[in-house]
């Protein structure tokens, strides 16, 4: 069983700095992306960025060069650090394993989530 565990949420000023961490606990394929994803109030989920097993990385257009994604995969875990938040940051966090199984085919699994509120 595969378990996705998000941490790092809280309260933060605007023009601050955050970072979420995603550990992911269990035994997962070599092919796979683990990513973050907000949902803030009335408006849809939306990809933050998300990074593959070898290290690629995607980012939404809203914070390129504000965020950074990265992995250490002895450890499962990926980061996001984000700088210069804005109120408009302020959503439920969720990181998602999506991966493939040769013979088994396509999985994902999310995480519970983690909040970040911006502001003063």
């Known amino acids: 069983q595969v378990q996705v565990v998000e941490s790092g949420g809280g309260l933060v000023q605007p023009g601050g700095s955050l970072r979420l961490s995603c550990q992911v606990i269990?035994?997962?394929?070599?092919?796979?992306?683990i990513g973050w994803h907000r949902q803030a109030p009335g408006k849809r989920r939306e990809l933050v960025a998300q990074?593959?097993?070898?290290?690629?990385?995607t980012y939404g257009d809203s914070v390129k060069n504000l965020y950074n994604i990265s992995r250490d995969n002895a450890k499962n875990t990926v980061y996001l650090q984000m700088h210069n938040l804005k109120p408009e940051d302020t959503a439920v966090y969720y990181c998602k394993l999506a991966g493939h199984r040769v013979g088994v085919g396509g999985y994902g699994y999310w995480g519970k989530g983690t909040q970040v509120t911006v502001s003063s």
């Open positions: 269990g035994s997962i394929s070599r092919i796979n992306v």
């Open positions: 990074i593959s097993a070898a290290g690629t990385t």
